[in-house]
């Protein structure tokens, strides 16, 4: 049985985005004075009273709009209260009980789900004003006051939301899943991949550009493996960021490459890349992420002879320093080559995390050095005493030599490949650390 689940719902812009992060335990969802800013689900994993749980942020609940956008958040928080052990409804002390509120009380009372209601903006400690006891109407039971900005309150919402936990069983043992994070510029279709490959509409997709502001994290299981796709916001150009709200959805977006395990980084084949696609998987590359270059929208490319090697030369040419990354030619709105990219997902993760033992890594430098002589400058010729692995994600190699001055890149580029031809090391950044006998360090 997996681990209890506590979503949060409500109108917009009452307050659960703060409530969010206060269960969280750290500034995960967006908190703005704006309606509609959370528009995904967003899950996160919190603990209370001993036992893990996660919670889940939805967009706030327009009963009846003709908006499109709040129509989706509408469908996603339909969706988050369905997966829900319990659902936790906010509302606010200074507006009172709105007829929102009355339409979003009779949605859950509909649920047959366990409701405990918060009465968000009690900002004072003691005996709750009048007001308060309005929200009685609502036909939920007891409310709860809290503050969700002071944390006032939270301890004991989370003490009835406690008692409706499932019972703990030892099929609860944790399961390693691979985190991936599908990155890329706006309107490349990353939620539309995430999408497919959930076969439901897990994220928004639209064609509005900048539709995704959060990083949203989806689970996902199939015969190749257990994996947790974390749809990202698009990175836009700096000086297109405007809006302080996109500026927190850049930060996320590479805060969600951090914590990834693989980057799948999507380029739209109707466009090729672009200065952004370089900048943007630069910075998976230079995380030191295992990666995977997604060229979406092939389906829409006029074919001809030896088109697709057209283009994989043009992606090689410009994202030049990674290549090692794979390419993988697919269209996410038909699905079509979707099915083949778990296969090399789970290929470049384990080779992120692959160890050489020492004597076999001393083996191909004693080859290396032998085939090609290391370089001298006036007279003076590099020794390179031993190589041995001191870390994985990436695999991380330190040279022993007499003088760092003397290991010029060109040579580290040269033992990198020798080490990735022997041992593959596919879509995994290498990162050599050069080291003087007398202890001085230069990292390449």
């Known amino acids: 049985m997996s681990k209890p689940i506590v979503a949060i719902v409500g109108r917009p812009n009452v307050g659960k985005s703060q409530l969010f992060n206060r269960f969280a335990g750290r500034r995960l969802s967006i908190v703005e004075d704006t309606p509609g ?22 967009g706030g609940i327009e009963p009846s709009t003709d908006s499109e956008i709040l129509q989706f958040m509408r469908m996603q928080a ?8 319990v659902i936790i409804l906010i509302t606010d002390l200074r507006t009172g009980v709105t007829a929102a509120d009355e339409d979003v ?3 859950l009372r509909r649920s047959k789900k366990p409701v405990v209601l918060a009465v968000n903006k009690c900002d004072t400690p003691g005996n709750p004003p009048p007001e308060f006891y309005e929200f009685y109407n609502l036909g939920l039971g007891d409310p709860i006051g809290i503050s969700a900005l002071h944390g006032y309150g939270t301890g004991d919402l989370l003490d009835e939301c406690y008692q409706y936990f499932p019972e703990e069983s030892e099929e609860d043992a944790k399961h390693d899943r691979i985190k991936v994070a599908v990155i890329g510029k706006p309107n490349v279709g990353k939620s539309s991949l995430i999408n497919q490959i959930l ?12 539709t995704t502001r959060d990083s949203v ?11 947790l796709l974390i749809d990202t916001a698009g990175i836009r150009k700096k000086s297109r960021v405007d809006e302080k709200i996109e500026k927190f959805s850049v930060m996320r977006s590479l805060m969600s490459i951090e914590r990834a395990d693989v980057c799948v980084i999507m380029i739209d084949a109707t466009e090729g890349v672009t200065e952004q696609d370089t900048k943007i998987a630069g910075e998976a590359h230079n995380a030191g992420k295992a990666c995977v270059i997604v060229v979406n929208k092939w389906d829409l490319v006029e074919k001809e002879t030896n088109t697709m090697e057209v283009m994989r030369q043009q992606v090689r040419n410009a994202l030049s320093y990674m290549p090692y990354a794979p390419i993988i030619f697919l269209s996410a709105l038909t699905g079509a080559r979707v099915g083949g990219l778990f296969d090399t997902i789970n290929s470049v993760y384990e080779q992120n995390g692959r160890r050489i033992p020492t004597g076999q890594l001393n083996s191909v430098l004693a080859d290396a050095t032998a085939r090609v002589q290391p370089p001298t400058d006036k007279g003076r010729r590099l020794k390179i005493y031993y190589m041995t692995q001191s870390g994985i994600r990436p695999p991380t190699f330190v040279c022993f030599c007499n003088d760092a001055r003397l290991f010029h890149f060109s040579y580290q580029r040269y033992l990198e490949n020798q080490i990735r031809e022997v041992y593959d090391l596919t879509g995994t950044p290498v990162r050599m650390i050069i080291r003087e006998r007398g202890g001085k360090d230069a990292d390449k």
Not at 37 to 58: K, N, P
Not at 79 to 84: K, V, Y
Not at 199 to 210: F, L, Q, T, Y
């Open 78 to 85: 339909e969706t988050a209260i369905m997966a829900a052990d």
């Open 37 to 58: 800013v959370t528009r995904d689900r967003l899950y996160a994993d919190a603990e209370w009273r001993g036992r893990e749980f996660q919670v889940i942020d939805t």
């Open 217 to 227: 994290d989806s689970f996902f299981e199939n015969e190749k493996g257990k994996y």
């Open 199 to 210: 076969g439901e509409n897990r994220v928004i997709v639209s064609n509005i550009a900048g």
């Open 105 to 107: 009380a009779a949605m």
